[in-house]
């Protein structure tokens, strides 16, 4: 079986429902699969074993289209090249323990607290480029009705 890392599988890393259900290519090239590993080995392995057990992959590569259904960042998002995953606790630490540990601890371009309710974040956006371009940019991102804010993090 195809890994990206120890504890990320091909098959976990290029899954998408959207996807799956109205038949659309979900394949990286090699150029993504490259970016998907870096991130893997910098961002996620480290998390991960601080954790000390298994972390939910919501979503981690998206082809163009499947990225446009889904209404992901239309020119702009990571998942498109492979840079930038989409995580959540299973139990061990909080979505907000490992959005600060993230912060704290580990070279990021940016990570991104989703839709936090009483601080805690729904999920954890995090990309990776380079350690020489990564921008280490901590953010939030609320809904009000139609509109999406995008704020700095408070003391990160």
Same mark, same amino acid.
Request: with cysteine; net charge positive; proline share 3%.
């Given at each position: 079986?195809?890994?990206?890392?120890?504890?990320?599988?091909?098959?976990?890393?290029?899954?998408?429902?959207?996807? +799956?259900?109205?038949?659309?290519?979900?394949?990286?090239?090699? %150029?993504? =699969? $490259?970016?998907?590993?870096?991130?893997? /080995?910098?961002?996620?392995?480290?998390?991960?074993?601080?954790?000390?057990?298994?972390?939910?992959?919501?979503?981690?590569?998206?082809?163009?289209?499947?990225?446009?259904?889904?209404?992901?960042?239309?020119?702009?998002?990571?998942?498109?090249?492979?840079?930038?995953?989409?995580?959540?606790?299973?139990?061990? +630490?909080?979505?907000?323990?490992?959005?600060?540990?993230?912060? %704290?601890? =580990? $070279?990021?371009?940016?990570?991104?607290? /989703?839709?936090?309710?009483?601080?805690?974040?729904?999920?954890?956006?995090?990309?990776?480029?380079?350690?020489?371009?990564?921008?280490?940019?901590?953010?939030?991102?609320?809904?009000?009705?139609?509109?999406?804010?995008?704020?700095?993090?408070?003391?990160?």
């Amino acid at each position: 079986m195809k890994k990206i890392s120890e504890h990320i599988s091909y098959k976990e890393a290029t899954y998408s429902n959207t996807a +799956k259900q109205l038949g659309l290519s979900n394949k990286p090239k090699k %150029e993504h =699969l $490259e970016a998907m590993e870096l991130l893997a /080995e910098k961002v996620f392995e480290p998390l991960r074993e601080w954790v000390g057990g298994p972390i939910k992959v919501n979503s981690f590569y998206r082809s163009e289209e499947v990225n446009c259904r889904i209404g992901g960042a239309s020119l702009t998002s990571a998942h498109m090249v492979g840079q930038a995953i989409d995580i959540t606790t299973m139990g061990k +630490k909080s979505n907000l323990e490992m959005f600060e540990y993230i912060i %704290e601890n =580990l $070279e990021f371009d940016q990570v991104i607290s /989703e839709y936090p309710v009483n601080g805690e974040p729904s999920w954890i956006h995090i990309s990776y480029k380079s350690k020489k371009d990564n921008r280490k940019q901590a953010l939030e991102i609320r809904r009000k009705g139609r509109y999406y804010t995008y704020t700095g993090c408070k003391n990160c």
